[in-house]
């Protein structure tokens, strides 16, 4: 099986910490600044100006969340790259929202909670196939001792994760009409900084709830947060769009995410439906595996994953009759443990479920035409 690159920094302080990793990776990071500039421009509806943009984001990210900003310095500087452009990495899903706010379809994620068990928490991350090799498991000590594991690309702060706090982050991208808006309103809040602060800072789910919901952010996504101990657990995924958020509870034990609005407060504007139907098919599939039984183990939920069907599949895998730049697959799975022992809480399998350890009949064809569902 492919080996997850992984990285567990030394030091504490974020400016130290940023020049630490961006000393490490550096070519890495250069990589991925190069491929989000070039998705940027292919993805832009118009004309893009990319250090624009990535200018508007360095300072929005100094403005609102200055420990990040710190970081992201310590990156740019220990890697040999503009600070612009590691803070349009963070920003990038803002940045993807000003130049075509329609999107793509994306990520699903399922929690369950069995009683009297830790919770199951397992997502797909499906995103562009030209970063199939721009990730990688980080690990980070804080101060007073907390440790976060996330799984996030070269230059990000954060993505999915879990914190010694057992406190885990799940990530789904979600598209509102009010998205458009960023372009004369400014960038919010950057999402993939605000899912690294509550792996950070938040105590709870219901911390962690609410630190989502003060932040104003420009760009649509799910942020689905799971707590949890061998017992028991509870989760909520907190959908947020330009104009608010809503939150989605679990029912049965069962919370099931993809890439539309289910809450109230979202759903008018939401977009999906103008990419596709894969996300409410891809919903229905997995709200279907588990209608009579909850899973109890992540094996279980990844199998149900394992769906490629013809439109709507869980597990992409990239059409090549499109233009390579816009290839969509499935580039990990990751399962989350909040129950476990820090530096057991994160599982995760580079590509879809179809390459999990174990399947009978080995991964699927990865060349055959597919309509991607993430």
Same mark, same amino acid.
């Given at each position: 099986m492919t080996r997850v690159?992984?990285?567990?920094?030394?030091?504490?302080?974020? =400016?130290?910490r940023g020049v630490e990793f961006g000393e490490h990776h550096a070519a890495e990071v250069a990589r991925t600044v190069a491929s989000y500039r070039r998705l940027f421009v292919t993805r832009a509806l118009g004309p893009f100006d990319v250090d624009h943009w990535a200018d508007h984001a360095w300072q929005r990210i100094r403005e609102l969340a200055p420990a990040a900003a710190e970081e992201i310095d310590g990156i740019a500087a220990g890697a040999g790259v503009r600070v612009r452009d590691i803070a349009a990495l963070n920003a990038r899903t803002e940045l993807l929202a000003v130049a075509n706010p329609t999107g793509v379809d994306e990520c699903s994620t399922v929690v369950a909670l069995p009683a009297g068990r830790a919770p199951v928490a397992v997502q797909?991350?499906?995103?562009?196939?030209?970063? +199939? =090799?721009?990730w990688l498991r980080w690990t980070i000590p804080h101060p007073g001792g907390r440790v976060v594991e996330t799984v996030t690309e070269y230059g990000l702060l954060g993505k999915i994760g879990v914190s010694?706090?057992? /406190?885990?982050?799940?990530f789904n991208m979600l598209h509102h009409a009010s998205d458009?808006?960023?372009a004369d309103d400014g960038i919010g809040f950057p999402v993939h900084l605000l899912s690294r602060q509550l792996l950070d800072t938040?105590?709870?789910l219901d911390d962690a709830v609410a630190q989502a919901r003060a932040v104003r952010t420009s760009a649509s996504s799910s942020l689905t947060v799971v707590q949890g101990g061998p017992d028991g657990g +509870?989760?909520?995924? /907190?959908?947020?769009?330009? *104009?608010?958020?809503g939150v989605l509870e679990p029912e049965g034990g069962l919370l099931v995410r993809t890439n539309h609005f289910v809450s109230e407060e979202g +759903?008018?504007?939401?977009?999906?439906?103008?990419? *596709?139907? *894969?996300?409410?098919?891809r919903r229905d599939t997995l709200l279907g595996a588990f209608e009579e039984r909850l899973p109890r183990t992540a094996e279980q939920v990844v199998a149900a994953m394992d769906d490629h069907a013809e439109v709507g599949g869980v597990c992409a895998h990239p059409d090549r009759s499109t233009d390579p730049a816009l290839w969509h697959a499935t580039l990990a799975t990751v399962a989350l443990d909040t129950a476990a022992p820090t530096g057991q809480r994160l599982a995760v399998t580079p590509g879809g479920p179809c390459a999990r350890p174990g399947r009978s009949d080995g991964p699927a064809d990865p060349g055959r035409p597919q309509e991607r569902g993430r």
């Open positions: 690159p992984a990285f567990t920094s030394s030091v504490l302080g974020p =400016h130290d797909t991350w499906d995103w562009y196939d030209a970063m +199939r =090799h721009g010694s706090e057992g /406190v885990g982050v799940l458009a808006g960023a938040a105590e709870d +509870r989760t909520a995924s /907190v959908e947020l769009f330009p *104009g608010g958020a +759903r008018d504007g939401c977009l999906s439906t103008s990419i *596709g139907p *894969g996300s409410g098919i």
